[in-house]
């Protein structure tokens, strides 16, 4: 190997490798995927983001489970739901708990409507007052 004087073009590395500071393949960053066949694509958000409603998701979905605290739930995953949609993300464990909790609201509602419904119908045939009926007290205006 010779070396250049002054005024004389350098001549490539003989080793092949690429002067410090450069991007190879016409100066575009070339990156493999896990296979080493394909690009690797980063995630929505970046790389290392985390989801800021997956534990409001979580949360809501098991206060929706619950059912007695299932309006809380639905209020708890819509948060979560938004947050994660502010950062392009999805978040299912939100949406379980938004539908959850609506299906407790809707049997609850039912449930309430067909209790107050039976209640009114046996103060009607008992009449005003407090009644023992089958060891249940039933007190009807």
Known sequence: M??????QPQS????GQQPSGQEPYGGQPYTQGPSGHQP??????????Q?????LGIVGLVLSILGCT?????????????????AGLGNGLAWAGIIIGVLWLVIGGIG???GVGGLMDKC?????GTH????????CP
């Open 2 to 7: 010779t070396i250049p004087g002054p005024g």
């Open 12 to 15: 490539p590395d003989p080793y």
């Open 40 to 49: 690797y694509e980063q995630p929505a958000g970046g790389p290392g983001s």
């Open 51 to 55: 989801n800021p409603g997956k534990t």
């Open 70 to 86: 299932a309006l809380i739930g639905i209020v708890v995953s819509v948060i979560g739901l938004v947050k994660s949609r502010k």
């Open 112 to 114: 309430l409507a067909t």
């Open 124 to 128: 009607s045939e008992l009449g005003p």
């Open 132 to 139: 023992q009926v089958d060891g249940v007290t039933y007190t």
